[in-house]
């Protein structure tokens, strides 16, 4: 089982995995995701920058595929870290990850709340009043959807690939145009 | 020189006489003898007197006039005093006649007769070699008598021995003068100078101012860049023919070429449409290589959309808030103007705005804590609606972003294709191809190469033959023109020094010959004077010894200086007149002649006025018998007492012999002819 990154954030197995696969983050143990220019050679490449890019494009693909794995997958280790994952990766996103976070507590069907309790939650102060149950629901969706990033790119082996991926997103995307 | 006559008139003792001298061959002498004081030195003063106009001893008693004659005149009557002396010089006949007036007038002061002297005059007539009489413009009779008998001369042939006033001649200090006008020696020297550098006006000057400027440096010069353009020129002219070489083997390979590239014209097209494809693909896959990576990171999250971006929207979109929390935002509490704070502000007073008593725990206590979560500040409808207003500014630039990633994508795909297919299309023109391994496209670029190295190498040709060489030539042709100019200049400057050369050598020869001349004189002077002296001394005791640089002479005995007696200076006086006569007589025959004027002989008359005065019975016989072998005339004037001395020795030499005498009835003298 392989730790991610430091002291503060502690991410372990397949998605400590698929964000050191996926993003440029330095660790020695990380998996090269290998694309082909289709003709003359095929080069390493990452499509995230930092842990956290792929983290936060984890949550908002886990968010938008309701794609989020049971809490009951968490380890004891990981259940203990959520506090350093949200003191240490929310910091420098802290915005955009709230923005997912609220959307997450106004729209998952299995949080047991009516419609005023869901905002009233969302827009108060977040996230220092976030419980654990909110929290470990947000991380499943985060590492569900890094499942779904993980599915996208293994796909792809070529530029051809790549593109035809793109070209999928942005159709799906298209799709669910209102 | 040669004394014909002489005529006197009015001029001292004489009234009128006139006196013929000897004119015979052999007998070379004339004597006039007489009593002391009766006219024999005013005779030889005559001399002087009508060649020269003056003589010293006038200058106390300057009244020349016949004094009988003077006798007879009244105030206001003129005398013309004259001494005609007729001559021969060089083959030319000379008539000489000087004439003086003396007016008289009575001084009143004085209390008598005294004459208005008036400058002497002196007419010249001379004859041409044909006998015609020519005068002679006054202002060149000077120059006429110093040619018959310079000045400087007279004293030492018109000889005065009785007052001895020329004591010793011998050693005069105008001797050196004598000499040298004798054998022209100043004439000599001034035509060496002629000849000589750095005096101006002389010959040598006017050459050096005939030399041009311009100098050989100044054409070696001239040469050395002349020389060198050549060098330019032939440089040219062989880069030049080594460019014709090379366009030729150019020509050769051109065609070459062309011929083996129109042979391939198939495989070359085939070639060049290979080449445009390679091309085609290389910017194809440039433009993948380009387009991937930035594709990819539009993916990550930290782009302003990226995959994060792409699906929050997509989330936002599924959820539908705003259909979702509609009721949220339309049921919005009435309660505009208060906030969360006046409603705390209302639970502790207890009462509410509209009057109803509130308690703690009360149904109205419950409903305002309810009411407060919908005010200010925490107005969840308002932070719904700016949720949902900041998604849907997201939604803008998701749907932009994916318009755009949508194209780029199609972009990356068609490229790849495009690039499998030109690579499909290289492959089968390869095949085609299989086999040939010429390099079109190399040979052609080749052509272009040697098309190009060619019309370079025309270009420089053109530009050489056109500007290079004619601008050289030019410049040649003008340091040609300048060297002919200047070696012109040099070769009249190399003529010029040959003249100056030859100008030095002259003068170089001329001074030999002038220093051999006076070396002549000297041995030849001092020979004749020992040899003169010692026949009238009649013995060869004493030596004289002439001084080279100015002819004195000086007695010696057993090489000791000694004094001379009266009378042997008057012996060595004669010797020494004697040596002058031999070296005119003589010019040609010592130190060497020229074969010109110059060294043309001179023949001087003796005139002696009582040389004898203070000689011997003896020294006057030896003298009589030796003077007469040096002249080709001597007229010498004698006391009675020497005259019966030496008659005896000179009659076998005498042609005429006068007596001077007094006239009975006045104190006039007059001369009488003897009877030989």
């Keep these: ?178 | 020189m040669k004394i014909k006559t002489i005529e006197l008139s009015n001029f001292r003792q004489f009234e009128k006489e006139k006196l013929v001298f000897t004119d015979v061959v052999g007998k070379k002498v004339t004597i006039v003898h007489g009593q002391t004081h009766i006219g024999k030195t005013t005779l030889v003063k005559a001399f002087l007197w009508c060649l020269y106009r003056s003589d010293d001893s006038f200058k106390t008693d300057p009244i020349l006039v016949n004094k009988d004659a003077e006798k007879f005149m009244s105030p206001g009557d003129k005398k013309t005093v004259s001494v005609t002396v007729e001559l021969e010089h060089n083959g030319f006949g000379y008539v000489i006649k000087t004439e003086q007036a003396f007016t008289y007038f009575r001084n009143l002061n004085e209390g008598y007769f005294s004459p208005v002297i008036k400058d002497p005059i002196r007419h010249m007539i001379k004859m041409t070699q044909e006998g015609n009489p020519t005068s002679v413009p006054l202002e060149q009779v000077d120059n006429e008598i110093n040619e018959i008998l310079p000045d400087n001369l007279r004293c030492y042939f018109f000889y005065d021995g009785e007052n001895n006033k020329i004591d010793d001649v011998a050693e005069k200090s105008n001797l050196q003068d004598a000499v040298r006008n004798i054998m022209n020696l100043n004439v000599r020297e001034e035509l060496i100078k002629y000849f000589s550098d750095g005096v101006a006006g002389r010959l040598v000057e006017r050459f050096e101012d005939k030399k041009s400027t311009s100098n050989f440096e100044e054409v070696g010069n001239l040469k050395e860049q002349k020389s060198y353009f050549e060098g330019l020129i032939e440089t040219e002219r062989n880069n030049n023919k080594q460019l014709r070489q090379n366009i030729e083997e150019l020509n050769g390979q051109i065609t070459n070429l062309e011929d083996q590239i129109d042979a391939n014209k198939e495989s070359a097209e085939l070639q060049e449409k290979a080449r445009q494809i390679t091309r085609q693909i290389a910017e194809l896959k440039k433009h993948r290589d380009d387009l991937f990576p930035s594709l990819l990171k539009r993916c990550d999250s930290s782009e302003s959309v990226g995959l994060a971006g792409f699906f929050s929207v997509l989330a936002y979109k599924k959820a539908n808030l705003t259909v979702e929390y509609a009721n949220i935002k339309t049921n919005e509490r009435a309660y505009k103007h208060l906030t969360g704070e006046s409603v705390d502000e209302i639970i502790q007073k207890g009462v509410c705005v509209c009057g109803q008593k509130i308690e703690l725990g009360g149904d109205y206590y419950k409903h305002l804590i309810e009411e407060k979560d919908y005010l200010s500040p925490k107005d969840f409808s308002a932070s719904l609606k700016s949720f949902t207003d900041r998604f849907n500014d997201q939604v803008d630039a998701v749907d932009s972003s994916a318009y755009q990633l949508s194209r780029d994508a199609a972009d990356l795909k068609k490229t790849i294709q495009s690039i499998e297919s030109f690579g499909k299309q290289l492959e089968d023109i390869n095949k085609k191809l299989e086999g040939f391994h010429g390099d079109i496209g190399a040979w052609q670029r080749d052509l272009q190469q040697k098309k190009y190295t060619k019309s370079g190498n025309e270009a420089v040709i053109n530009y050489s033959e056109s500007n290079i060489i004619p601008q050289n030539e030019t410049k040649i042709s003008g340091f040609k023109e300048k060297i002919d100019k200047y070696s012109d200049a040099s070769e009249k400057n190399r003529h010029i020094q040959m003249y100056l050369n030859y100008l030095s050598s002259v003068r170089d020869m001329a001074q030999t010959r002038l220093d051999k001349k006076k070396e002549g004189i000297a041995v030849t002077l001092e020979q004749q004077v020992n040899n003169l002296f010692h026949a009238i001394v009649g013995t060869d005791k004493t030596e004289l010894r002439l001084n080279k640089v100015n002819y004195n002479v000086e007695p010696y005995q057993n090489d000791q200086r000694i004094s001379l007696s009266t009378g042997q200076k008057t012996m060595k006086n004669l010797a020494f007149v004697g040596g002058l006569i031999y070296l005119a007589k003589n010019k040609d025959k010592i130190g060497g002649a020229e074969g010109v004027d110059l060294d043309e002989p001179d023949d001087y008359p003796l005139v002696m006025d009582a040389p004898f005065s203070y000689l011997s019975k003896g020294d006057i016989k030896r003298a009589c018998t030796e003077l007469p072998k040096y002249c080709s005339q001597l007229i010498i004037t004698l006391l009675d007492k020497d005259f019966d001395l030496a008659i005896d020795v000179l009659k076998p030499f005498i042609d005429k012999s006068y007596t001077l005498k007094t006239n009975e009835t006045s104190t006039d003298s007059h001369f009488e002819e003897d009877e030989l």
């Design chain 1, 1 to 178: 089982m392989s730790t991610l990154f430091n002291d503060d954030v502690l991410i372990y197995g397949d998605y400590a995995r698929i964000i050191k696969k996926l993003s440029a983050t330095s660790d020695q143990d990380s998996e090269e995701w290998k694309v082909s220019n289709g003709i003359d050679s095929a080069v390493a490449q990452k499509p995230f920058g930092t842990y956290i890019d792929c983290l936060y494009a984890g949550a908002a693909i886990g968010l938008a595929k309701n794609a989020k794995i049971k809490q009951t997958d968490f380890s004891a280790i990981e259940k203990k870290s959520k506090a350093s994952i949200l003191s240490s990766a929310w910091r420098p996103r802290s915005k955009d990850f709230t923005y997912l976070y609220r959307l997450m507590l106004l729209t998952d069907p299995e949080l047991e709340l009516c419609k005023d309790e869901r905002v009233k939650k969302a827009f108060t102060d977040v996230p220092e009043s976030v419980t654990d149950i909110e929290f470990n629901y947000f991380l499943s969706y985060a590492y569900g959807g890094l499942v779904e990033v993980e599915k996208m790119f293994d796909k792809v082996h070529d530029y051809k690939e790549f593109s035809d991926l793109i070209s999928t997103i942005v159709l799906e995307y298209q799709g669910n145009e209102d």
